[in-house]
């Protein structure tokens, strides 16, 4: 059985972005209004660039070359 490589799958851009599309459209379809929609996306946007930031620094120190 092949072991999955969380890091990798969780700095993947693609997945975010779909996520990111999941939330909005779930969110659009659900008739919440312009504001609460435009609020949530702030939201998700604020996170998973907190969340890359994370994930690249992780990288760069595993790697050594954070100085």
Known sequence: MKK???KKNLSSRKLW???GSVII???AGLGL???VTGQ???IITALV?????VLA???TDKDGKND
């Open 57 to 59: 620094d992780a990288c």
């Open 4 to 6: 999955i490589n969380w």
């Open 17 to 19: 972005c779909a996520l």
């Open 40 to 42: 949530i996306t702030a």
């Open 49 to 53: 660039s907190v969340v890359a930031y």
């Open 25 to 27: 459209s779930l969110i």
């Open 33 to 35: 209004s312009e504001f």
